[in-house]
Every structure is written in C-alpha cells, then in structure tokens.
C-alpha cells in the first residue's frame, strides 16, 4: 500500500534559524497522489498548514513552504526563519482523487518541532 | 479552528466492553472519516461516510468495530468488544466535499484507554 515517510522523533531548531522537514512517499495506486501538511500545536486538533495536488506545484503558508517533486516522490517542509510559536507535531499525508480508498488520508508519523529562544 | 465535535474526551473500558463515541461533523459537510492514531504516532484509516452512506471500511473494521452517521444525529463508533490493542486515539474528521484533495477537519479527538 502507500506510505509517507518523514523525518522521525524531534527536530530542535533556534529561533530565526531555518527548517526543513523531510517527507517522501511510496505510491502504489494509480495516478498522483495530492500532498498535505498537517499541524497540531499544543492543546489543539490537526489542522491543515498546506496542500498541493500538481506535481512541479509549490504550496505555502504561515511562511512555511513544500514543493511536490514526483520524480523525487518527495514533499519537504521548509521555512527560512522559525519562530517559537512553529512548535508543534508537523505531519506529512497524501490521498487520491480515485480509485480504492481513494480520498482518505496516509500520514507519516509526525515530526516534533521544538524552537528554541 | 475546527468545529468538529468529538465526545468523550476520555474513555476508559475493561477488555471485552462496549466502547462508543460520537462526532458532531462541521455543519455542511456531508463527508466524516474515522482514524485511529496509536501510540506510535501511527495512522490508520478505519471509515467514512458520505451523506450517511459507507464508502470505504477496512477489514478490522468490519468485524469488531460499527459506525454509523445517521442524518440528523451525530454520528458514532462502538467498538463492540474492546481489546487492549484498541486504545489509541480515535480522530473523526469531516470535509465538504469527497475529493481527494479537499481538506479535511479534524476534531480533538476521543483517547480510549483498555484496561
């Protein structure tokens, strides 16, 4: 079946430093898979940070970026400049628009980021 | 933030007892999901649901677990015989639409505990 996988345990960064979060992807239902990454910050639910359902696209938000890179099957997370308010669990998922299980989420198992001051 | 509503918080059992949940998807969304997330930070898609109508469910789903999504009344999953392996946290999620790339909203989540 399909996997994510992405960097694992927790990633310490100091503030106003950069990030990258690794996430790459084994897909064996047809078609490309679209790309998502989730956050839960502490005492809250899993929210979506971004998405992106073209590969070659880019995807950004909250100065957070990931690039959809089919032939590298990956999906890194970056940010150029950290702040303590980014810590959180950061998770890498993918879905399909069709075939079996088509739109249901694969996520990784979460990357723990820790900025400190 | 997300509006999705999951009750209990909080579920104790003792192996072999019924546990139930329920989730209060985002109003105007007809699509809800079920995910268990273990204590290995593990996902596992267990079912969904569109418009009250099954779309997908695994296979443990189908001997142990029921869910339904009645229209009008939140929708719920019962564990029927709970297993030590069962306790994790059980994460229901609602979208707008069934596409694969809409995004999905998640609720905080009900932590069952077996005893």
């Known amino acids: 079946g399909d996997s994510v996988t992405q960097t694992e345990g927790q990633v310490t960064v100091s503030e106003s430093k950069s990030l990258i979060i690794n996430c790459t992807y084994s897909a064996t239902s047809i078609g490309y898979p679209n790309l998502f990454w989730y956050v839960r910050y502490p005492g809250e639910g899993l929210q979506l940070l971004l998405k992106v359902i073209t590969a070659g696209q880019k995807g950004s938000s909250r100065g957070f970026e990931a690039t959809y890179n089919k032939e590298a099957t990956s999906f890194h997370l970056q940010k150029a400049s950290v702040q303590e308010s980014d810590s959180a669990v950061y998770y890498c998922a993918l879905s399909y628009e069709e075939g079996s299980g088509y739109n249901k989420l694969t996520f990784g198992k979460g990357t723990v980021l820790l900025v400190s001051p | 933030n997300s509006k999705v509503i999951q009750t209990p918080r909080y579920l104790v059992k003792g192996q072999g007892q019924k546990a139930k949940m329920r989730c209060i998807p985002e109003?105007?969304?007809?699509?809800v999901f079920w995910y268990q997330q273990n204590k290995n930070n593990e996902f596992k898609f267990l079912i969904n649901?569109?418009?009250?109508?099954?779309?997908?469910q695994i296979d443990m789903t189908e001997k142990r677990f029921s869910a339904e999504c009645p229209s009008n009344s939140p929708c719920s999953l019962e564990i029927q015989s709970s297993e030590a392996g069962d306790s994790a946290l059980y994460l229901c999620a609602s979208s707008p639409q069934g596409a694969g790339y809409a995004e999905q909203f998640f609720g905080p989540g009900t932590r069952l505990t077996v005893l």
């Open positions: 649901f569109q418009n009250q109508e099954v779309l997908q």
């Open positions: 109003k105007g969304h007809p699509v």
